[in-house]
């Protein structure tokens, strides 16, 4: 346990500080018994931290290990190695009551819902109130309340059957905030949901990120749910983390391949495969895809390339504005000279990120 641990977690906390840290944090599974024991890392080494008042996003595609790094953080999953502090308090190698503490501070929505089909919407969201104790007086105006912020007060004596998705999951957001947690973990909590309920559950957690204050570390496998409210992302595969940063970041210069198929999912900005044969059939010159957008200058590569007899076709891109920052990427067709085209890329590449489309 680190030093630093405090004997319970601290509340009392600016935004901006560290909330939660995972340092060399890991996770082995152990599957199969005997001669067919088999273990399986599904979180790798990874260091991280979700700072107070943000909305962290984790990507990944499925069996990166999202999950489990989020269920780690309530201790639904011990840490096999590493160490992880939630408001300064240290979640590994603790007992299920020394956890209890921690657990309050942390509300969860799930993919699935997971409502209590036996009680009204009512019902379900008094659960952790009766849990915790709130007499009943409490306990009513907290779920008025709590309905009338998630947009369900004239759903209150409905059954979740009776409900839509989207209003399920609003059920399921109401009742994880009900004991005002300061930290709730969504794992993949619009997946089972229409693009459009998508939206509306977004927006609410994003509600309860400003208006309450609450920290949220969302996963998905969806980059357009990071694009839409994530404050900072994670990339995952493997159990490890490839990439983190603001997420205007990633979307204007991911690192990694992994990542950049991801941005290039929601921005179309990058031709893919299929795009790439056609603008091969198409375009006999040399093609590269150039990253463009604010703070980025290549006129001066462009002007001295048509200098030198170099004539640029754009065949395929896009530009796109996230956080008020522009960005996306060009892909050039260059023809001309052969050394004045290698000299116009080796200019671009001084400026921005370049890459070949293969021949
Ligand atoms: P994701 O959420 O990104 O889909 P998971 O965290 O669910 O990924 O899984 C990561 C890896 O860990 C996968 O290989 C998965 O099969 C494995 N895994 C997850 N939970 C368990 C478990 N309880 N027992 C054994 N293996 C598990």
Redesign the pocket.
């Known amino acids: 346990m680190s030093a630093a641990a405090s004997a319970a977690p601290s509340r009392s906390g600016r935004p901006g500080e560290v909330l939660v840290a995972f340092r060399n944090v890991s ?1 082995v ?3 199969g018994t005997g001669r067919a024991a088999r273990d ?4 790798d080494d990874v260091s991280l931290e979700v700072r107070r008042g943000e909305i962290f996003g984790v990507i ?12 780690l953080i309530n201790g639904l ?1 011990p840490v096999t190695s590493g160490s992880l502090t939630v408001g300064g308090f240290e979640v590994a190698g603790r007992s299920e009551t020394e956890l209890a503490p921690v657990r309050r501070d942390i509300g969860m929505i799930f993919q699935q819902f997971n409502l209590f089909t036996s009680r009204t919407v009512a019902g379900n969201v008094e659960y952790p109130l009766k849990r915790a104790g709130w007499d009943k007086d409490r306990r009513r105006a907290r779920v008025a309340e709590l309905l009338e912020f998630v947009g369900l007060s004239a759903h209150a004596g409905s059954y979740p059957e009776q409900l839509s998705g989207g209003q399920k999951q609003r059920v399921g957001i109401a009742r994880a905030l009900a004991t005002s947690p300061e930290l709730l973990l969504a ?2 909590s619009t997946s089972a949901l229409d693009p459009e309920t998508t939206q509306e559950v977004l927006q609410v957690l994003q509600r309860a990120n400003r208006e309450l204050g609450i920290t949220i570390v969302l ?1 998905t ?1 969806e980059m357009d749910v990071v694009r839409a409210i994530a404050d900072r992302v994670a990339v ?1 595969q493997g ?1 490890k983390v490839l990439e983190d940063g603001p997420t205007v970041d990633i979307f204007a210069r991911p690192r990694t391949e992994t990542a950049r198929r991801f941005v290039s999912s929601v921005l179309h900005t990058v031709p893919d495969e299929r795009e790439v044969e056609r603008l091969r059939r198409a375009h006999r010159g040399r093609l590269v895809i150039v990253d463009v957008g604010d703070g980025v200058d290549i006129g001066g590569a462009l002007s001295d390339g048509a200098a030198l007899g170099v004539r640029f076709t754009i065949a395929y891109g896009g530009i796109s504005v996230l956080q008020e920052q522009s960005f996306g990427s060009l892909t050039f067709e260059l023809t001309g000279p052969e050394a004045a085209v290698q000299d116009v890329v080796d200019e671009l590449a001084r400026v921005t990120t370049v890459r070949e489309v293969a021949a």
């Open positions: 996770k599974f152990r599957t399986v890392v599904a979180v990944g595609y499925s069996g990166a290990g999202k999950s489990t790094l989020v269920r999953e794992d993949e996963i496998h995952m159990g």
